[in-house]
């Protein structure tokens, strides 16, 4: 699969013979070399790389660090360059730079990028000094008191820095340009159809050379059968110091669509023209599809189209925010595996690299501003509206963006708040397929996001106003369970304490708790989907998560902290078709998992999630029953209800599911009973997305601790601790840790250049195990 979103932070524009008399633009990562501490007098500071968190926290985060962190970097100035560009992709949320001693930004925001013209104060050799500081500050949005806020703000410099050299005429990058509905390259497609659709083109340019200009801009696109299409505009006359838009229309004939099946993405390149002669090459991705959303539902390329998808937190365990754009991707590939086609960017606008992969994997967006049950004063006002202006400015060109959240989340919002919110939004993107989507059902906002909590059971939205908006469940099948209003009267429900009838059940709860956990989503997704008017839902959600408020992980994630899948993972996963297929990294197509360690305490009710028409399980080889799919008052609506089995007795052995369509064998499934712990088995993940070349790369390790025949011991909790034999990568994380359900992790950072690393697991009694990176990647 191919990954723009890496290769493009590298990419040198190279000109042509005729053209050597003109500097071209340089994209150059300046991530490296930089040093770091927490205290500006001291004369120690540590040699670190971007991206970047300040401190190292405990796997539970209940007393976040917050303070003062400062990052310093010496660099040569480009002679051949005329303009000097730094870009800062997140900073968390507020950063002072100085440059060779002059304070040229401070800037407030943590979520969003900057951008600051270094130009006129570069010498030959030059030195940026920042501070940045993650404190409570109720300017900031999310503006909450951390100790009270449901999620946390990791410190650092955590996404990428970019440096950008051009020459003195050049297209704009589109936040730092702050023009409406303009800056950069702004690509819209009108008229949408399987026969055409209309490319609406704006370049806007500075011309900050000493003389006047004649300037015009070819423009090409690329689709993704490689059919390149280009236009010549007309040229405008651009005054010295001033900047300039220009504007033109391609028709695309036969437009290759994006969609959740087939996320066709198109390269849109631009040239900035003096006569012949090129001044400036910039480029984007982008996808062209036709999104409504009426009465009728929502429609993605005339389809109507169920919406199901997740919340996603963008935090790991241990560093935070201060994650790779490959681990960005790897979430993408989780998100995607698991079964869903939409993921709602809670509470926070997240980075480009994840972005870039939804568009590439096929991942519908809801793009959300930063707030959670805070209201703040103007100046807080005045940021919040700046992130509106700003997230669309950067993520307009994304096809997997189908809804802007620009509603703070579970806040106060006063009517005038959410009014000029829209008004904000609908001048930067004034097309009809903007849709703005907001928590408090007021008429400004296209689409009506609640969350489940927020109305009664047992209708909660399904009894919504016809004549209202659309709905989108926001969230779903958490809180309500936590709070035990659900008041569908499961049947276990009276027999199950508090702890146990709850949705948050970590990965090693036991299976009672994780099929309850399982048994709470998938009844709350069979009630949405009764719902006349809900165009679509979004669980709580896809990953296990700190908070700033509370002294454990928050833990209904259907994946924990280090993306190992609970049983509920496998639920999603079977409500996806079984004739979809998709290429790798990512997975479809007929599945089946049995839901159960069939160890002598595990339940005799047997649940089974598969996408199949029947399901044979067999104990031992010998056939106990080959069923349908169940369906009862739990999944009357789901697209495909579990399989239950009654089993009379427990039997060591192996209990094996087969999935079944058209009366063929198309999935298989089995699980062993284990027996005495005795080996450690170390594994990667890497969700098929290789370990960057280039840059810093953070990864999951687990040692998976089997017995003699390799099958996991769930009952296992002992400890593990890990080594590591390498120059080039590095542990991060509690060691020796407890292993969780059989499985112990921990984090592996790993440098561009990689030399062989070898990494070792070792546990009281257990065989060890070794594994080396390199023959593992091969």
């Known amino acids: 699969m191919k990954k723009s979103f890496i290769f493009l932070t590298f990419i040198v524009f190279l000109y042509s013979c005729q053209e050597t008399d003109h500097f071209m633009r340089i994209n150059t990562s300046f991530n490296s070399d930089w ?15 971007i991206p970047h968190t300040p401190q190292i926290e405990p796997l539970v985060v209940n007393d976040q660090w917050q303070g003062d962190a400062w990052y310093k970097k010496t660099f040569k100035k480009n002679p051949e360059s005329k303009k000097t560009f730094l870009e800062f992709e997140g900073v968390m949320h507020e950063a002072w730079v100085w440059v060779n001693g002059y304070l040229l930004k401070h800037h407030q925001g943590g979520y969003l990028p900057f951008t600051l013209d270094l130009t006129d ?31 946390n703000y990791y410190a650092g410099i955590y996404r990428n820095v970019n440096l950008i050299e051009t020459n003195s005429v050049y297209i704009t990058d589109p936040v730092a340009a702050r023009k409406v509905n303009s800056g950069g390259i702004l690509v819209h497609f009108d008229s949408i159809s399987n026969k055409k659709a209309i490319a609406k083109v704006k370049v806007h340019f500075r011309n900050e050379s000493a003389e006047d200009k004649s300037i015009s801009a070819k423009i090409e696109f690329e689709s993704p059968s490689g059919k390149i299409l280009s236009k010549l505009t007309e040229a405008v006359e651009v005054s010295s110091n001033s900047d300039r838009v220009l504007s033109t229309e391609i028709d695309i004939e036969n437009p290759e669509l994006w969609g959740i099946h087939s996320p066709r993405l198109y390269r849109v390149s631009v040239k900035l023209m003096e006569g012949e002669k090129t ?25 109507n ?9 963008q935090e790991y365990p241990y560093i935070g925010y201060a994650i790779s754009d490959e681990a960005n991707y790897r979430d993408a590939v989780k998100i995607k595996n698991a079964g869903f086609d939409f993921v709602r960017l809670s509470h926070y606008p997240q ?3 994840f972005l870039d992969a939804c568009d590439e994997v096929g991942l519908l967006v809801m793009n959300c501003i930063s707030g959670w049950q805070f209201f703040g004063g103007e100046k807080f006002q005045e940021n919040a509206y700046q992130e509106i202006k700003d997230f669309a400015r950067r993520d307009r060109h994304h096809p997997s963006i189908v809804f802007w959240e620009n509603s703070l989340n579970e806040s106060p919002m006063t009517e005038e708040f959410m009014i000029k919110a829209n008004l904000l939004l609908k001048a930067e993107l004034p097309y009809k397929d903007t849709y703005s989507a907001g928590w408090i059902d007021h008429p400004s906002y296209d689409l009506y996001i609640p969350a489940r909590q927020h109305a009664k059971a047992p209708g909660y939205w399904n009894d919504y106003d016809e004549n209202a908006r659309k709905i989108f469940i926001a969230e779903y099948g958490d809180w309500e369970y936590y709070a035990q209003n659900a008041g569908f009267n499961q049947t276990a429900f009276a027999d199950l304490s508090e702890a146990e009838r709850n949705s948050r059940q970590l990965r090693g709860a036991g299976e009672k708790r994780l099929l309850q956990q399982a048994l709470n989503f998938q009844e709350a997704f069979n009630s949405n989907l009764k719902g006349e008017h809900t165009i679509g839902q979004a669980n709580w959600l896809m990953f ?27 639920f999603y996963k079977s409500q996806r078709s079984s004739a979809i297929s998709y290429p790798e990294p990512l997975e479809s197509g007929p599945m089946v998992f049995i839901a159960n360690f069939w160890t002598p305490s595990s339940p005799l009710n047997v649940r089974v999630f598969s996408n199949t028409d029947e399901v044979a399980l067999y104990l031992n080889d010998k056939l106990l029953s080959k069923q349908k799919p169940t369906r009862n008052k ?29 009366g063929k064998e198309v999935a298989l499934h089995e699980i062993k009973t284990p027996s005495e712990a005795k080996e450690i088995k170390l594994k990667i993940d890497t969700s098929g997305v290789e370990i960057s070349k280039n840059q810093e790369d953070v990864v999951f390790l687990y040692a998976e601790i089997t017995d003699k025949e390799g099958t996991l011991v769930p009952s296992f909790d002992g400890k593990i601790r890990f080594s590591i034999e390498s120059e ?18 921990i984090l592996l950072k790993t440098k561009g250049d990689l030399d062989s690393v070898e990494v070792f697991a070792e546990g009281e009694g257990l065989e060890s195990d070794r594994l080396i990176l390199r023959e593992e990647l091969k």
Do not use: C
Request: no cysteine; charged share 25%; net charge negative.
């Open 121 to 151: 104060v570069l010498e030959a050799q030059n030195t940026i000094v920042i501070k940045v500081n993650n404190e409570d500050n109720p300017d900031i949005p999310p503006g909450k008191l951390l100790e009270q806020l449901d999620f």
């Open 35 to 49: 040093t770091f501490t927490k205290d500006s007098a001291s004369l120690e500071w540590d040699s670190i790389h």
């Open 305 to 313: 189209l169920f919406i199901n998808g997740t919340n996603r937190h």
């Open 728 to 745: 080039s990568a590095e542990l991060i994380g509690q060691n020796p840790i407890k292993a969780e359900a059989g499985i112990a992790s």
């Open 634 to 662: 739990f999944s009357s609506e789901l697209p495909q209800p579990p399989f239950e089995f009654e089993l009379s007795e427990f039997e060591v052995g192996t209990l094996k599911a087969v999935g079944y369509i058209d």
């Open 279 to 303: 001044l400036d090459i910039k480029q984007l991705t982008t996808g062209i599809r036709a999104i409504e959303l009426s009465e009728d539902g929502f429609f993605l390329n005339g389809e």
């Open 351 to 353: 980075s480009e690299a």
């Open 544 to 570: 296990d998560y700190n908070r700033g408020y509370a002294f454990d992980i928050e833990s209904s994630g259907i994946s924990d902290i280090f993306r190992i899948p609970k049983f509920t993972y496998y």
